[in-house]
């Protein structure tokens, strides 16, 4: 990869990296940044050991997915990131991808810049990575990249690349209501997106569309104090993990619940494949899979997948408190459930072992590498 990142200050090389290539007079092409700089913020919330989170947080959230794909017919892997200009925390909503056979990748573009964005868009000081984009490749190959509002007070953005596998320019599709935004193409049906509206706290919905322009209604299935989900997509079906905020208070977050569709939203099976009713309006429901309430234990979910017997395996961390801690002073550990175990990053070899791809600062809150089989 240092080649790739040298290899972005040569314009002249980047001029071949796409076939849609657009000259930098083009006015109708997005901008480029001239590097690779991720969004720094910091929360505020400061604790003994230091803030509850800040530093770089270019793919933050662990609700924002995917945030990279590998695309066959083109050997690129695309992905988004927080962005920023140098010498300002000024958020930019970015795009790029890894040329795998050349070894390199291209400048990244802006996809969305508050600060420059058409009004009522517009606004000067983001720099919240709340706001990070996720994104998802269509049938044809067009690149659609969703960014994420934030509360109720800024709207999620939705933009499509103009020509297949190419970044090079975008246009604005939709402006509404939706946070932590997570689309998932099911090939031959369309695009389900599943979102958190801010409708009675953190409730979440989903919604279909067969092309990206025209949009079911944003459908509630789970709204009962509030709640963080990581979803994924296995074959045709799409699996959702999510928590709850008792009462509304995201730092009392508990409990593990588990769905699937197979319909793109339109039905829902718990873990033991039964039919639910949506929406869960109350926090004890068939979608439980674990009851760290009682245990009085915070969760904090990372990732989901399915085993080779199609069993969800979740990744989650556990806890007593909502700041980091060191372990000495505060019980803390990575879980993978038997019954629901997911890792957008810890894929299964052969052997049947999980390698989870984490950081290994030994800090509360924070996962350890290691294997489980």
Not at 243 to 260: F, I, Q, S
Not at 337 to 345: A, E, G, I, M, Q
Request: charged share 20%; net charge positive; glycine share 8%.
């Amino acid at each position: 990869m240092r080649n790739a990142l040298a290899a972005c200050a040569i314009v002249a090389v980047l001029s071949s990296l796409c076939p849609c290539f657009v000259r930098a007079d083009d006015a109708a092409a997005n901008p480029k940044e001239d590097g690779y700089r991720g969004i720094w913020f910091e929360l505020g919330q400061k604790g003994k050991f230091g803030d509850k989170y800040s530093g770089g947080l270019g793919t933050y959230t662990a609700n924002h997915a995917p945030m990279a794909i590998y695309a066959k017919d083109v050997n690129k892997t695309f992905f988004v990131f927080g962005g920023a200009k140098e010498g300002k925390q000024i958020l930019q909503a970015m795009v790029s991808y890894y040329d795998h056979e050349r070894d390199l990748v291209p400048r990244p573009t802006v996809v969305h810049d508050w600060q420059t964005a058409d009004p009522p868009l517009r606004e000067p000081n983001v720099n919240d990575p709340h706001d990070n984009p996720s994104l998802c490749i269509d049938g044809e190959g067009y690149v659609w990249i969703f960014v994420s509002g934030r509360n109720c007070f800024r709207l999620g953005l939705l933009y499509r690349g103009t020509k297949p596998y190419c970044i090079e320019k975008f246009e604005l599709v939709r402006a509404w209501e939706a946070t932590y935004p997570q689309p998932w193409w099911i090939e031959s049906r369309g695009l389900l997106l599943l979102f958190t509206k801010y409708t009675a706290g953190r409730e979440l919905y989903w919604s279909f569309s067969r092309n990206g322009t025209r949009w079911s209604n944003d459908n509630c299935f789970a709204g009962f104090g509030g709640h963080y989900q990581s979803s994924s997509l296995i074959g045709g079906s799409v699996i959702t993990a999510f928590n709850v905020h008792p009462a509304g208070k995201l730092d009392e977050r508990t409990n593990l619940y588990y769905l699937r569709t197979d319909d793109c939203g339109r039905t829902w099976k718990n873990v033991r494949g039964k039919a639910v009713q949506t929406p869960f309006d109350r926090i004890d429901n068939s979608a439980v899979v674990r009851d760290y309430l009682s245990e009085k234990r915070l969760v904090y979910i990372h990732d989901l997948n399915l085993d080779r017997q199609g069993r969800p395996l979740i990744l989650n961390t556990t806890g007593g408190v909502k700041m980091p801690q060191f372990p000495r002073e505060r019980s803390r550990g990575a879980f993978l459930f038997p019954l629901v175990p997911k890792t957008r990053s810890f894929p299964w070899s052969p052997s049947s072992a999980w390698e989870p791809i984490a950081s290994t600062l030994r800090v509360g809150w924070q996962t350890s590498l290691a294997k489980f089989g």
